[in-house]
């Protein structure tokens, strides 16, 4: 019988990072078009759409040339703490829903979102590729892809439905700044396995997290 692949502990801390960004995210991503059009000036289902499209150009944007940047510098610190950012920022854009009041407060908020999520994806990427399992590479990246992704985007479009349902958007804006906030406390964990990483060649030296 195949042994059970043993995931790191820095593994297992990123993809909980981002089961629960993805959960925040998926709270509110389903209904998010009827909240805007209920509660933004002038907004229809257009103006959704020229929002996501800010959003979707922001973020390709920022995010190629940050990963790049990313990757010029060889301590892993500095991917650390992108990714922090990047999550502080989005528990600002969740609260910044309630305060959305017109077209361009909106736009603008899609901007900042943007710019949130390049600085998360980038550096969580890099992040993960470093610490990822020899010989387990595809099974890792599942698990990132089906309960990082798929689940807990599943998970939050089930539960954001019906709390906006029973207790009104801004619970669901608030819910989704928790969870994310609990994603920022969840990198403290993280900190100790990224603090002393020089570069992709030394790794294997500085490898502390079985």
């Excluded at 195949?2 to 959960?23: M, Q, S």
């Excluded at 990047?86 to 901007?111: K, P, Q, T």
Aim: aromatic share 16%.
């Amino acid at each position: 019988m195949e042994n059970k692949p043993i995931i790191n502990k820095a593994i297992k801390t990123l993809l909980t990072f981002v089961f629960l960004f993805n959960v925040a995210a998926g709270l509110y991503m389903p209904i998010i078009a009827i909240y805007i059009t209920q509660h933004v000036v002038g907004a229809t289902l257009a103006v959704v759409g020229v929002s996501i499209a800010i959003y979707s150009i922001t973020k390709a944007f920022f995010q190629i040339p940050i990963a790049r940047r990313l990757d010029s510098i060889k301590k892993e610190n500095d991917d650390f703490y992108v990714l922090l950012f990047g999550i502080l920022m989005a528990i600002f854009y969740s609260f910044g829903f309630i305060l959305v009041r017109d077209v361009w407060h909106l736009y603008m908020l899609e901007i900042f979102t943007g710019i949130a999520d390049a600085c998360i994806m980038a550096a969580y990427y890099a992040i993960f590729s470093h610490h990822i399992d020899k010989n387990s590479q595809g099974y890792e990246w599942s698990l990132f892809s089906v309960g990082g992704l798929t689940v807990s985007a599943s998970i939050g479009g089930l539960i954001g439905g019906y709390i906006a349902t029973e207790y009104g958007f801004s619970t669901v804006f608030i819910l989704a700044a928790l969870l994310n906030t609990i994603a920022a406390l969840v990198l403290i964990v993280l900190f100790p396995y990224v603090k002393n990483f020089r570069h992709a060649d030394d790794y294997k030296k500085l490898r502390i997290d079985k």
